[in-house]
């Protein structure tokens, strides 16, 4: 099955303080999820990227939450000011043949 | 929005039982998989079964979409299979919602 990477795999950080996750999608693919899970609850959508735009975004992904495509390869999920409640995992996602196939993760804890 | 609920929410077995999970959705999807969320937290897709049966190994799934509901099967349970398993469905376009899952803890 095709491997969607992310890094970190886990990070620290200081309220307040910006944060970038990166991931590798499936090769030359378009279209892109990010999702979030809070410790204990269930996955929740947080934004689609389809060919370099927005296509869909819930309310969770405010202003404080952009995604980027900065060299046509690597995807990212920047959160400006960091704040305790963003502490959680955050996955990315490519679509596939088998479905949806999930990055393996990164953790953020707030501190 | 689709409702997607799991039953039952928590589960202990003895290793080596069957057991099997549940997954109602409250309206038609294109797309439906089964994942199981491991220790580190990773989500390991088991299946993708919009409709019908597939099995692979000790696992099995049936998906009946005319009557909204999914079935995941685990035969002779082992304590590896323990973790949390997601129904997550695309009602459309492409975001997947995902059920609150079933805790599966597998005692040796």
């Known amino acids: 099955e095709p491997e969607v990477t992310q890094t970190p795999s886990h990070q620290v950080t200081q309220m307040g303080q910006e944060v970038i996750l990166r991931c590798v999608p499936i090769?030359?693919?378009?279209?892109f999820y990010w999702y979030r899970q809070i410790l204990g609850q269930k996955v929740e959508f947080l934004v689609s990227?389809?060919?370099?735009?927005?296509?869909?975004k819930s309310e969770i992904f405010d202003d404080q939450f952009s995604v980027e495509r900065p060299d046509g390869s690597n995807f990212t999920l920047k959160i400006r000011s960091t704040k305790l409640e963003d502490s959680a995992m955050y996955f990315c996602?490519?679509?596939?043949?088998?479905?949806?196939?999930f990055g393996s993760g990164t953790r953020l804890t707030v501190v | 929005g689709i409702q997607v609920e799991q039953s039952p929410p928590d589960l202990i077995l003895q290793e080596g039982a069957n057991s099997t999970l549940r997954c109602n959705f409250s309206?038609?999807?294109?797309?439906l998989q089964w994942f199981h969320q491991n220790p580190w937290g990773q989500l390991i897709n088991l299946f993708y079964i919009p409709s019908g049966t597939k099995q692979n190994g000790r696992l099995s799934a049936t998906t009946v979409a005319t009557e909204r509901y999914s079935l995941l099967y685990i035969s002779s349970s082992q304590t590896t299979d323990s973790g949390v398993y997601f129904c997550a469905v695309v009602p459309g376009g492409f975001k997947t919602i995902f059920g609150a899952g079933t805790r599966l803890f597998v005692k040796a």
């Open positions: 090769s030359n693919h378009l279209y």
């Open positions: 990227f389809y060919n370099n735009e927005i296509s869909e």
């Open positions: 309206d038609s999807v294109n797309n």
């Open positions: 996602a490519n679509p596939s043949r088998g479905g949806y196939t």
